[in-house]
């Protein structure tokens, strides 16, 4: 049995450790060059291929290996990847520069430079991963319900890495703390017997919380996850406060008198500054005041400036010596991970009563992280009771109008999602939110606000007053005189649309809209249709066991991922972005998979090649699942996410299911069998997120193209029951 020699503990304790690994990888290097979805899509799908390249190897050596060496090569290449991922920010700058970017600390990396790091960073982990699952497969072949445990296992360690990671960040885990938990629960499963593994894995905790600091100061300021420097704040008796960081010097101006050699234009304020505190999150500078105002500018790259209004005098943060202020989107990075905003900002339990905040276009670098429904919470949270919040963006321009819709849509319900009262319109391509936590107060304190900054009799007040430095001002007035206010007395979240705000989603294919013209991409999936039926045609004829099992693996594969996908999808597309618990949407859909995969292993024996060959067609009925919750999704916030929970297990537990019976289900070696089932499987899920990320939602919606899917999947299920009649 595998559970003798720890096999089934290896299983789970190498795919923990291969999930926690995945998660790096993703936050190291947005936090390096930025990203948006593209670039989790690019390390999953490299790690899928990866880990497929991995089986496809063992089968073609097919020489005796020890699990330790295999599992010592994954640690180790585990550890430098890591590394690479930690420093790689000044290598891929000068890449970057030497094609026409900029190489500062900070600076905009290209996407394919990231992209292309991201598909091959995990090659050599991810290949010796790869082979551990035939070896181990190979050690206990002849054991019945043996390949449905170790299934189970792994698919049980995805889901304890996936959930570990979610939580550890979400409470202020340092990544430093996550890099040394991936080679300690690597080893937690394998090295020791049974009964000293808690003491083990409570040891390792214990190593890295002590050790994890080390390598953090370590490794700090060297271009990968906390790229700037340290600073100092230093205050003196003028009324002036210099910020030493990097790249620059900065100056604080609080009266107009500070000495520089570049003053502001026009700074001038004299209204009380109140109690002024500076604080370090990450690598940005967060000021605060006791009067519990404050502002925040995100820009793209290098903010213009960071801004942070105390009563009716606002405060500049100003580049002394042409350096460029601190970068603000990867400042905000805690909150996104789990910390409220009111503690990054250092109010303690004080709420503000009003926040600034201007994102980037959702798809450039480094903005998809400002574009979830965390952030959005966070920002709900620091806000009082009769707060309020002005968020903008701005749309794609260069006629990408139908991206401009669904990407309007998909940040308004993200919006919408985080706070009950919502104003929204558009600007000429601005995008402004005005947005509360409680309805009633929204139309009190927006005039509040404009009547601060413009009804005051002094002009250095009216220039340098609340909206004055705030860049849309002008729209904010307009939008103020011409908009109406909602009244507390409609739906729990009324909604003012203007103009483009008004559409659908791209991802339904709306009726009203043209049906896309034939294209290379169109023409991708059709050809990828043939093929894999002239395949499937021929391992049915020549009766190629181990082909038509790769097969159907690979079907299931790519129809459990596309399902997956679109059920992720249409819920963001409604009810607003995920970022930090997508993970634990995977580790749902991982957590069906290990329970179809254990009830496999129990049922096999009993079952015999005529269930096992039935079980192909599970993933299609999943498939049908997923297109009745599309088509009906409920608008009840709560039964939507427990209905997404639901589909996400079934799509799991259906694949784990027919994949752990497959290799029972088809004549051949069961080691050689099952290492194709996996490999099979491993690039299915590959292709499937390739596909649906890239071709196949943008041209047909989600519902046609798990259709399409679904299709390839029941050719393939038809074609195993059909083998013996050959």
């Known amino acids: 049995m595998p559970e003798k020699n720890g096999d089934i503990e290896l299983a789970a304790a190498v795919a923990a450790a291969s999930s926690m690994l995945q998660v790096v990888f993703l936050r190291g290097l947005m936090a390096v060059g930025g990203g948006n979805e593209l670039l989790l899509g690019a390390i999953l799908a490299g790690y899928l291929v990866w880990l497929s390249a991995g089986a496809r190897f063992w089968v073609l050596l097919r020489r005796p290996a020890s699990p330790n060496a295999l599992l010592i090569i994954f640690i180790a290449a585990a550890v430098v990847e890591m590394l690479l991922v930690r420093l790689i920010g000044a290598p891929l700058r000068l890449a970057a520069a030497f094609a026409g970017g900029s190489w500062l600390p900070g600076a905009a990396v290209p996407m394919r430079f990231s992209m292309s790091f991201a598909f091959f960073i995990g090659a050599p982990s991810g290949i010796a991963a790869g082979m551990l699952f035939p070896l181990i497969v190979s050690r206990s072949a002849d054991v019945p319900g043996a ?29 430093a703390h996550v890099m040394l938990f991936i080679p300690a629960a690597a080893l937690a499963g394998c090295l020791m017997p049974r009964k000293r593994r808690a003491a083990l894995a409570a040891a390792a905790a214990a190593a890295g919380l002590l050790a994890g600091p080390f390598f953090e100061s370590a490794t700090r300021g060297r271009g990968g996850l906390l790229p700037q420097r340290p600073f100092a704040v230093k205050s003196s008796a003028v009324r002036e406060v210099a910020l030493v960081g990097s790249p620059g010097e900065f100056t604080l ?53 960071f801004t942070a209004h105390l009563d009716a005098a606002p405060l500049q943060l100003m580049r002394r010596s042409g350096g460029i202020a601190p970068h603000v989107l990867q400042a905000a990075e805690n909150v996104i991970y789990g910390d409220p905003l009111r503690t990054l900002l250092g109010f303690g339990k004080a709420s503000l009563s009003f926040l600034y905040v201007e994102l980037p276009d959702p798809v450039s670098i480094s903005a998809n992280r400002y574009h979830t429904l965390e952030f959005q919470r966070s920002l709900a949270r620091a806000l009082g009771a009769d707060g309020i919040a002005v968020v903008c963006f701005a749309l794609p321009s260069g006629g990408h109008e139908g991206l401009s819709e669904a990407l309007t849509l998909k940040v308004f319900s993200t919006v919408s ?7 929204a319109f558009d600007d000429d391509g601005v995008l402004v939110f005005f947005a509360s936590p409680e309805i009633g107060v929204l139309g009190g304190l927006l005039d509040a606000a404009v009547e601060r900054a413009t009804a005051s009799d002094d002009p250095a007040v009216r220039s340098a007053g609340m909206w004055a430095h705030l860049p849309r001002h002008d729209a904010v007035r307009r939008f103020l005189s011409a908009a109406p206010l909602p009244s507390p007395d409609t739906l729990r979240r009324p909604h003012t649309f203007l103009k483009r705000l008004n559409v659908e989603s791209a991802f339904d294919a709306p009726a009203h809209r043209k049906r896309p013209r034939r294209s290379a991409s169109s023409a991708i999936p059709v050809s990828l249709a043939a093929v894999f039926a002239a395949v499937l045609a021929f391992s049915v004829i020549t009766r190629h066991g181990r082909t038509l099992a790769a097969c159907d693996a690979f079907a299931a594969g790519m129809l459990t991922m596309g399902v997956e996908m679109a059920l992720l999808f249409a ?25 179809g995969a254990a009830l496999a ?33 409920p608008g009840e916030p709560y039964l939507t996410e427990v209905l997404l929970v639901v589909m996400l297990l079934a799509a799991g537990g259906a694949c784990g299911y027919n994949l752990s019976l497959l290799p029972a289900a088809v004549a051949g070696d069961r080691t050689l069998l099952a ?16 596909l649906m990320a890239l071709f196949l939602v943008p041209s047909l919606g989600l519902s046609w193209s798990l259709v399409l899917l679904l299709s390839l999947k029941s050719l393939s299920a038809a074609a195993v029951i059909l083998q013996e009649r050959f």
Do not use: W
């Open 147 to 175: 390949v449905g445990r170790i299934y189970a296992a792994e698919a049980g360690g995805h889901v304890a890495g996936l959930l570990a990671v979610t939580f550890a960040l979400a409470f202020g885990a340092p990544d």
């Open 675 to 690: 290492a194709s089932v996996n490999a099979g499987d491993n690039f299915g899920a590959a292709v499937g997120a390739a």
């Open 571 to 595: 819920y963001q597309a409604r009810r607003g972005m995920m970022y930090l618990f997508t993970a634990a949407g995977v580790a749902a859909f991982m957590a069906g998979f290990s329970a």
């Open 253 to 305: 101006y609080s009266d107009g008198c500070a000495s520089s050699a570049y003053p502001p234009a026009g700074m001038y304020a004299p209204a009380r500054l109140g109690t002024l505190a500076a604080k370090r999150s990450g690598s940005a500078l967060v000021l605060s005041g006791d009067l519990g105002v404050a502002a925040i500018v995100a820009e793209a790259g290098f903010p213009a400036a």
């Open 601 to 633: 292993s129990r049922r096999e024996a009993e079952l015999g090649p005529e269930g096992a060959r039935s079980s192909s067609f599970l993933p299609v009925a999943a498939a049908l699942m997923a297109l009745g919750y599309l088509a009906a999704l």
């Open 417 to 423: 999602a985080a706070f009950p009262d919502v104003l």
